[in-house]
């Protein structure tokens, strides 16, 4: 590997999964790849290639003309007037070369000390460009979270975001990664420094810039086909896809991007949420600078599926996320995981992955959000404000029915031809499968409907005739013309396989507006494909995994003496939310976890927990042999350097690779954050020369499949160590 960012010769917070590079067959692949991206269109074409750039020339000629010019407005000496100079990065998808055709460019303009924000950036240089006849819906955006000057160049639309330093004068070869460059600027500039910080750091810390690239092109457009594209709706944007993947280049550095593609899906699919998706160590920093700390900040305990950045400070990506939204990903990696099977079984190819969501198909039950405004200014503003809001719908759903009523926002909008200045958004809504008393559970959200219509009236530049409306439809009732060529289609077919969230049997009823209470009952499940494998209990997944970070969480509480209604959250089959923090509750954890045996004890433990707590293995005693015991106790002791580890047995996973294999703990390597992979239980391959029998080895790995551990926080940089031991311990180890 030819980068490192830890001196231990790889990047990343952990040793790669696999070294391996790719076969003749993954090159064939990737081969395909390269070319369904280039088949949709995605690559801009030469001349566009230049004439952006240069457009972004002209723009680099424009700031520094405007930072002279308004230097010399606001009376410095001539000689200062000259050193005045402001410069132009970019980041984004543009830069990490990403983009396609008629994407926007980020770009961050830099200036010196004395070029306010207010006066230089939204004045002087708005008025500039006003003034220029090739810039075109020029339209700032002063009060953002991160301040924005939004405009079109010769037809290029541009984002330019302005950084203040405090340099009296900018050199030329400025560096926006040090630290220092964040010492006494405003917090606006060091939102604005940290796109173009994170953007390069990810290009540092990627082991293979072109694989990354062709990766996270295929990943962007896959996710824009299934609907899981928009961070402001609560999926994941551009800088969270870029993270992810960047994540996976560095656990297979010298993969090919089909095997990245992969990977990609397999291990998100397996990703213990809400651990977090990191590059680097989170840096502390010497500024003080807030950066994400779910045990120190209160709102980082609610991200359901944190993505981190890797430049200081590193902050959480992806906080829209919702366990709706969240949701509705995991099934779509887990759909892709399996498709990916297929296609290198070659029973389906890349096409398969990009099959339109079927959105209107999946569900009994929507909710039509209607938009309406007197011209088309005030309803493109209008709308961009709904569709920044329609998350806390989704929020509110969730909070208000305990997490059992869960919600599907679609990302597009869509128009009515007939009825000019309406714009319409709809969303899924589904019932998690539960027992049966739940099921029959009604939810009447219409206080909840009505709350988030007064929300949005509250708009900052409401104008008369911006309305909203929300009412419940069922799927028969879904107009026509959200459908391709305004035409329903008729029923899908039960024998093609679809999407597996939608196959709850369970009733839901959502009560808005004109009716009082309804009640009906989701689709028969479709019959699953070879491609689309659809699980019996689509939700299964689901209440594991939550359930497994709510036993988490409880333990964290009690190491942290916090209460985690973020992590923990209502929908705990066993944990109740308000005994969490106490003793009681880490007690309380499903019987068939066994993670409470394997934690550190608190210093306040309680006497009669003594036993619990031995040893990290204790409490497994029939179900593994000594030497199993033994070799989790290293994994232990010795990963203080993972916030996670996965235990696993090289024969098992046919990507581990034999040289990381150490003496002592001969089949065991650790993987970081909430990584779990599942292993096919009766291979012996025979790398380490041991032996087992097959009936044995089943046993062991149901007894021991859901072995979670948590660590106090002493233990390393990081605050909460969880070692999560989704083992198959299956052979004598030493
Ligand atoms: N939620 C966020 N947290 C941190 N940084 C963000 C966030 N959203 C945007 N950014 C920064 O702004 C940059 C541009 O964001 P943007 O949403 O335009 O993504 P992008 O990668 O350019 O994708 P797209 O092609 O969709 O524009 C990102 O690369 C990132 O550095
Ligand atoms: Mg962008």
Known sequence: MAKSNNGNGYLGVTEPISLSGPTEKDIVRTQEVEKCLSDAGLYESQEEAVSREEVLGKLDQIVKAWIKKATRAGGFGEQFVQEAIAKIFTFGSYRLGVHGPGADIDTLCVGPRHATRTEYFFQALYEMLADMPEVTELHPVPDAHVPVLKFKLNGVSIDLLYANLTHVVIPEDLDLSHDSILYNVDEQTVRSLNGCRVTDQILRLVPNILTFRTTLRFMRFWAKRRGVYSNVIG?????????????????????????????FFKVYSKWKWPNPVMLCHIQEGSLGLPVWDPRRN???????????????????????????????????????????????????????????????????NYLKIEITARNEDDLRNWKG??????????????RFTREMLLSHPNPRDFLDSTRPLHCFYFMGLWKKQTSQAQEAEQYDIRAIVNEFKSNIHAYQH??????????????????????????????????????????????????????????TTQPAPYKSSEVNRIPSDPHGDYHSQERTNTVASSLLCEETGHML???????????????????????????????????????????????????????????????????????????TNFSSAVLAVPDEFDELDSHQVKVNQKNLIAVDQGLS????????????????????????????????????SYLNTFYFFRLQLHTMVLLSLL
């Open 677 to 712: 992979l599942e292993h096919e239980a009766g291979s012996n391959g025979g790398k380490t020369g041991t032996t087992s029998s097959p009936g044995n080895n089943h046993m062991k790995r149901k007894a021991v499949e859901e072995l979670e551990v948590s660590f106090p």
């Open 298 to 364: 209160f709102r980082d305990r609610g991200h359901h599926m944190p993505i981190i950045t890797p430049a200081y400070p590193c902050m959480n990506s992806s906080y829209n996320v919702s366990v709706s939204t969240r949701h509705v990903m995991v099934q779509e990696f887990t759909r892709a995981s399996d498709i990916c099977q297929a296609i290198d079984e070659s029973k389906a190819d890349w096409d398969a992955l990009f099959e339109p969501y079927p959105f209107f198909e999946l569900y009994r």
């Open 565 to 639: 209604n973020g992590y923990a959250n209502l929908h705990s089959e066993s944990v109740e939310l308000e005994h969490l923090g106490s003793y009681k509750e880490s007690t309380s954890a499903p019987e068939n976890h066994v993670a409470h045996d394997l934690v550190k004890p608190p210093e306040s433990m309680p006497p009669n927990s003594t036993n619990v707590y031995q040893s990290p293995t204790n409490g497994l005693g029939h179900l593994l042999d000594s030497s199993c015991k033994k070799a989790a106790d290293i994994i232990v002791n010795k990963t």
């Open 462 to 519: 409401w104008r008369e005739g911006m309305e909203i409306e929300v009412s419940h439809v069922k799927r028969k009732d879904i107009p026509s013309f959200v459908f391709p060529g305004g035409i329903r289609p008729s029923r899908p077919s039960r024998t093609i396989g679809k999407e597996a969230h939608t196959v709850s049997r369970s009733k839901i009823s959502a009560t808005v507006q004109e009716r009082n209470v309804l009640s």
């Open 235 to 263: 999926f994941l944007g551009g800088i969270n896809w870029a993270l992810l993947v960047a994540r996976i280049c560095q656990l297979y550095p010298n993969a090919s991007p089909s095997m990245l593609i992969s990977r």
């Open 385 to 398: 404000w709904v569709e920044s809001r329609l998350r806390t719908l989704v929020l509110k759903i969730e």
